[in-house]
């Protein structure tokens, strides 16, 4: 009976089912806290150190509790960005859809880690000392029963409801809604090449992961958070760490500097810009959303009707966004704005001009000192004082 009873209920048989979910959780944050930190900020983009403590502990932590091996894992996640949204990348929601990334996205996920190429070529300065090779990647499943022997032996039988929780918190937050939802659903505060969002600005079950296009936009940075309502737990973690001095931050965002406005825009701004592109843009996206509310407001005085309504509508919408982001279907509509908005028209136009600075290659950078010049100049001369003000602001950058 003593036997039959510890089956049942464990060494922990006091344990109210408040206590056994808290355990839970903290269990799970353990896990998500290695993944994003060890895994994905440490190992794949190398955006921080991590000394030997908090490294041989997540190691051993996600060797119990995902079976994953950093080598896979490094490897398959740096080739999704070197591939992202196109038929090479691992898991895209926009080239798989979202329904394969929510129900099969650990199926992708272990086949392309099974690529022997993907390995070498992706794979590069993750650990390979003798407890990775004959315990970690020898044995990788292993770990995971083990961890079922712990929660059965702590909780009795519904430790096994416990471990199943600790099976499944991987695939269902960091492959159904990291790599299908964040790239998929949600907002974005820059325009980053690739569909990446970022799914909610307060994500602690996902410790971070969920600012997933500022991530994207600042792949090599250790902090995930750029805006003052987005909460990185993750980083909060790191710093704490950087303060035990258990870790190194090597990058984060960039954030454009503003001086004193020069009477022209030289080399040092210039630099500026394009070092901050995709701030300059997303300041730039704002004032084009307010130009475009005031103009809905505008025409929604003179009494048209609700399709040209929701024309005006979709260009709060998608006049901001890159050329190749926009849907073919909408340009028709957003194409009749502009010819009724000579003010919108030319914010879309100058926008574009812009972007020229730091997408063509074939210039040199005298040429393209010459080209801001000529814009902040135009810009300025333009009658729309957002966008003079906008160029005043350019010419009080630098690095």
């Excluded at 315990?135 to 961890?147: D, E, F, H, I, N």
């Excluded at 702590?154 to 960091?174: C, E, K, N």
């Amino acid at each position: 009976m003593a036997v039959v009873d510890w089956l049942a209920h464990g060494l922990w048989a006091s344990a109210t089912w408040w206590q056994v979910v808290l355990v839970t959780l903290v269990l799970t944050h353990l896990t998500i806290c290695g993944v994003t930190i060890f895994l994905h900020r440490a190992q794949a983009h190398r955006a921080l150190e991590l000394g030997p403590i908090p490294s041989h502990f997540f190691r051993f932590w996600l060797w119990l509790t995902t079976g994953m091996v950093t080598k896979e894992f490094v490897a398959v996640h740096r080739k999704h960005h070197a591939k992202c949204e196109t038929e090479e990348d691992p898991h895209s929601p926009q080239t798989r859809g979202l329904k394969a990334l929510l129900l099969t996205g650990v199926e992708l996920y272990r086949a392309e880690a099974k690529n022997a190429e993907t390995l070498t070529k992706y794979g590069k300065g993750t650990p390979d000392d003798w407890i990775e090779r004959n315990l970690y990647t020898r044995y990788s499943w292993q770990g995971v029963g083990l961890m079922l022997i712990i929660d059965v032996a702590l909780f009795g039988a519904i430790g096994l409801t416990v471990w199943a929780i600790q099976m499944a918190w991987i695939p269902v937050w960091a492959t159904g809604v990291i790599n299908g939802i964040g790239h998929y659903w949600g907002y974005r505060n820059f325009e980053a090449a690739d569909a990446s969002t970022n799914v909610s600005p307060w994500g602690i079950l996902i410790g971070g992961e969920e600012l997933h296009n500022n991530h994207h936009t600042f792949a090599t940075s250790a902090k995930f958070s750029v805006k003052p309502y987005e909460f990185d737990i993750g980083w909060m973690y790191i710093c704490a760490m950087e303060k035990l001095g258990w870790a190194k931050v090597r990058k984060t965002p960039p954030q454009l500097q503003l001086g004193s406005i020069k009477p022209v825009a030289d080399s040092q701004t210039l630099e500026a810009i394009i070092a901050n592109r995709y701030e300059v843009m997303a300041r730039y996206a704002a004032d084009v959303r307010a130009a475009c509310a005031a103009e809905f407001d505008r025409v929604k005085k003179q009494g048209l009707s609700a399709h040209r309504l929701g024309e005006f509508k979709l260009a709060q919408r998608w006049l901001h966004r890159d050329e190749e982001k926009i849907p073919q279907a909408v340009k028709p509509q957003l194409a009749s704005v502009m010819s009724e908005s000579p003010q919108l028209a030319k914010l879309v136009a100058m926008r574009e001009e812009l972007r020229m600075l730091w997408t063509r290659t074939n210039v040199s950078a005298e040429q393209l000192v010459a080209d801001l010049q000529a814009w902040c100049k135009k810009a300025e001369a333009s009658g729309i004082e957002a966008l003079a003000d906008f160029s005043r602001k350019l010419r009080a950058a630098h690095a």
